[in-house]
């Protein structure tokens, strides 16, 4: 007996099924088939999407909040109200973003990332957490607070990852000490990401071959491109290692610039990510992100004097947005959601696609591409209601 059978367009590991059917028991994918699936097929529930799309869920590798939540709060209502926000839009895992800060705040909120990693929270699969900060260039500061920044040293480094909480950690490679952490990151299995970084090409291919693996919002808060100094965005866009990750609201990256960088890098090495602040889902209004005062308008998040300060996207729409500006098909540009930052985190062997033996983690779309469920280990965490 299966817990759940949906039928309707499938993108599966193997391809996109027209029509098809994904059958789940006890968490996992245990069937995947083309066509209507046998009249004897027993389930508990029965779904048809009438026209929709399952999809493998999406992973939002760097979220810093929504619906007024912040990783930063350091309280597990924090994270459960993050957990179910992210669910609406398709999200089935993900991890939470911390800000720059002295290391008491930031180790507590690590600290509560880690006591809600085995929680069900209600929503997407809470991961870990990804350290943004504070070993970031100050001249690339972004929405951080300059006075919160410094340089890695051994004792905060054995700190951060004794919290057992740190999936991802964002470092500019060109600081003091920079080299020797991401070293230490890499051997204990935390993924480390360039960014917030006037590096040059060198010293970024330089953190690569260290073990860097990725870069955080690719031409945001780094030097930009020059064609004799081609710094991280040169060394980002070359550098077959690198994985890059992109915030596709139209906002922080020119439509062009989204286009560029698939071209060099391919959908394979492209991560599409939020960077969402506590004002995601909610009005315009006032907010704050990492301490600092952000206005949130007309679908941007600012400080005071103009810079950006994390966005309110959702997931879905990035990878709607991308697939317009770049010409591909959801289903293309869907792999930049979900199997891509799941083989970031080596988890692609459980997440990110459609096949039997995966996790059971799920987005159900209308055939306009919104959101109508999303299921976490074979449980749904979020449906549209039904009217009439």
């Given at each position: 007996m299966l817990d759940l059978l949906i039928r309707g367009r499938v993108l599966a590991r193997s391809g996109v099924i027209p029509i098809g059917f994904v059958g789940v028991a006890d968490g996992q994918i245990v069937?995947?088939?083309?066509?209507?699936?046998?009249?004897?097929?027993?389930?508990?529930r029965r779904i048809n999407l009438d026209g929709g799309m399952v999809a493998p869920g999406l992973v939002d590798l760097h979220t810093h909040g929504g619906a007024d939540h912040d990783?930063?709060?350091?309280?597990?209502?924090?994270?459960?109200?993050?957990?179910?926000?992210?669910?609406?839009?398709?999200?089935?895992?993900?991890?939470?973003?911390?800000?720059?800060s002295p290391t008491e705040p930031?180790?507590?909120?690590?600290?509560?990332?880690?006591?809600m990693m085995g929680e069900g929270l209600g929503g997407a699969q809470l991961l870990g957490a990804y350290v943004e900060g504070p070993y970031l260039s100050s001249s690339k500061a972004g929405a951080h607070d300059p006075a919160a920044l410094r340089q890695?040293?051994?004792?905060?480094?054995?700190?951060i990852l004794q919290t057992g909480a740190a999936r991802a950690v964002v470092l500019?490679?060109?600081?003091?000490?920079?080299?020797?952490?991401?070293?230490?990151?890499?051997?204990?299995?935390?993924?480390?990401?360039?960014?917030h970084t006037s590096a040059s090409y060198e010293q970024m291919v330089a953190a690569a071959e260290a073990g860097a693996s990725l870069v955080t919002q690719l031409f945001n808060a780094m030097a930009p491109l020059h064609h004799r100094e081609p710094g991280p965005v040169g060394a980002a866009l070359t550098t077959p290692s690198l994985t890059c990750e992109l915030i596709a609201d139209l906002v922080h990256l020119h439509p062009a610039i989204l286009r560029l960088a698939l071209k060099a890098k391919g959908a394979s090495h492209i991560a599409l990510v939020t960077d969402a602040m506590r004002g995601?889902?909610?009005?315009?209004?006032?907010?704050?992100?990492?301490?600092?005062p952000v206005v949130v308008a007309e679908g941007s998040a600012r400080l005071a004097d103009g810079r950006l300060a994390g966005s309110v996207l959702t997931m879905e729409r990035a990878v709607a947005n991308m697939a317009d500006v770049a010409g591909l098909s959801l289903e293309e540009a869907w792999v930049m959601g979900s199997a891509v930052p799941a083989r970031v985190l080596s988890l692609d062997h459980?997440?990110?696609?459609?096949?039997?033996?995966?996790d059971a983690d799920l987005a159900l779309l209308a055939p306009d591409g919104a959101v109508q469920a999303t299921i976490v280990g074979g449980r749904v965490v979020f449906e549209v209601p039904t009217t009439g």
């Open positions: 069937a995947v088939g083309a066509g209507d699936p046998d009249p004897s097929l027993q389930a508990v990783t930063m709060d350091a309280s597990p209502a924090a994270l459960q109200g993050m957990s179910r926000f992210v669910a609406q839009h398709g999200v089935t895992a993900f991890l939470a973003a911390t800000m720059s930031l180790v507590r909120a690590l600290m509560n990332v880690r006591a890695a040293v051994r004792r905060e480094v054995e700190a500019a490679p060109e600081l003091p000490g920079a080299m020797d952490a991401i070293r230490r990151f890499v051997d204990a299995g935390v993924v480390v990401s360039l960014g995601a889902g909610l009005p315009d209004g006032r907010y704050e992100l990492g301490g600092l459980r997440k990110g696609s459609i096949a039997e033996g995966m």
